[in-house]
T-cell receptor
């Protein structure tokens, strides 16, 4: 039982490069989300999805794109990385939005130089 | 809008001390409430939850009671251990998280 799997665990990018953070879950959860965690800022919601084909913006969506072509996968794309995107990124999934716990991946530590 | 507020950290306690981390929420209706724990270098994991007023969630010696009248869900543990050192997040449904409280327990 893999749960929520994020790859890669660590990544260093140069300013302006693009990359995709992968997130996959095997629990048939409808709800998936991406957060960034910065010192003193807690978790900030970037984008979320309530099901395949449906995505929406969270609190800090600028500079990030997402898609949800399948229930299992929810990749996060950085189109042109900036130093301000240096952070730890977490993907999470849950069966629904109400009354259910969220399951988190192990995180991706991204550094943009 | 809906939100979760929790006490600022960091919190440093000696082993076997009593722990309280305050959490209050705003909401329309009666949300489910959660406490998550994040150990160093790991993702968040569910610690305990409560789904209705007066429910008490408990796990690993931690407890929290859903108080509708004070819109609170404070986390408590009677005797903390070094292994409890982590960041604790209060949350409500719609995956709304508080800012987290860092706890360090020293021997």
């Amino acid at each position: 039982n893999a749960g929520v799997t994020q790859t890669p665990k660590f990544q260093v990018l140069k300013t302006g490069q693009s990359m995709t953070l992968q997130c996959a879950q095997d629990m048939n959860h409808e709800y998936m989300s991406w957060y960034r965690q910065d010192p003193g800022m807690g978790l900030r919601l970037i984008h979320y999805s309530v099901g395949a084909g449906i995505t929406d913006q969270g609190e800090v969506p600028n500079g990030y794109n997402v898609s949800r072509s399948t229930t299992e996968d929810f990749p996060l794309r950085l189109l042109s990385a900036a130093p301000s995107q240096t952070s730890v990124y977490f993907c999470a999934s849950s069966y629904g939005v109400r009354n259910t716990e969220a399951f988190f991946g192990q995180g991706t530590r991204l550094t943009v130089v | 809008g809906d939100s979760v507020t929790q006490m600022e950290g960091p919190v440093t306690l000696s082993e076997e001390a009593f722990l309280t981390i305050n959490c209050t929420y705003t909401a329309t209706g009666y949300p489910s409430l959660f406490w998550y724990v994040q150990y160093p270098g790991e993702g968040l994991q569910l610690l305990l939850k409560a789904t209705k007023a007066d429910d008490k969630g408990s796990n690993k010696g931690f407890e929290a009671t859903y108080r509708k009248e004070t819109t609170s869900f404070h986390l408590e543990k009677g005797s903390v251990q070094v292994s409890d050192s982590a960041v604790y997040f209060c949350a409500r449904d719609k995956v709304i998280f508080g800012p987290g409280t860092s706890l360090s327990v020293i021997p």
